[in-house]
């Protein structure tokens, strides 16, 4: 009511009540500063444990930062999961084409997706796949071939 809400979430934050701190966000502040406070709670989730970066991740993906959503499931290791997101991302244009981090994020996705399939025996998925991975997946298809 004192225009000080972004510093009761901070103040939450740093003791530890991230629960609290996004209950208020949400409840008092504008959109800005609500995703600032749930950047953080991503930020804090991100070094922790698989089940909390999980949660970090739909934090992630409902303010609309599906690259660093990407990235998130991508880092856990989650192939399967990476890739398909990624294919979803890029169907519905949730993922800026012309940014060249972006491509070489998705050719590594796709390329360590193509490796995993490969390894369970799934050869034309493989194939598939890294023709998506740009040089890295040539490479692999190379060596499946």
Not at 67 to 79: D, I, Q, T, W
Not at 106 to 117: G, H, M, N
Request: with cysteine.
């Amino acid at each position: 009511m004192i225009d000080k809400g972004l510093d009761a979430c901070r103040y939450l934050q740093t003791y530890g009540k991230w629960d609290q701190a996004a209950w208020l966000a949400k409840a008092t502040l504008d959109y800005n500063d609500c995703a600032e406070v749930m950047r953080r709670w991503i930020e804090h989730l991100s070094g922790t444990q698989i089940s909390q970066q999980s949660r970090g991740l739909l934090l992630c993906i409902s303010l609309g930062q599906f690259k660093k959503a990407l990235l998130m499931v991508f880092g856990m290791r989650f192939f399967d999961r990476a890739a398909l997101f990624a294919e979803a991302c890029l169907e519905y244009g949730l993922l800026p084409t012309d940014d060249s981090s972006v491509s070489l994020l998705l050719e590594s996705v796709f390329t360590e997706y193509a490796r995993y399939l490969y390894a369970i025996g799934l050869i034309n998925a493989a194939k598939y796949y890294c023709t998506k991975g740009g040089q890295e997946g040539k490479r692999l298809l190379e060596d499946i071939s």
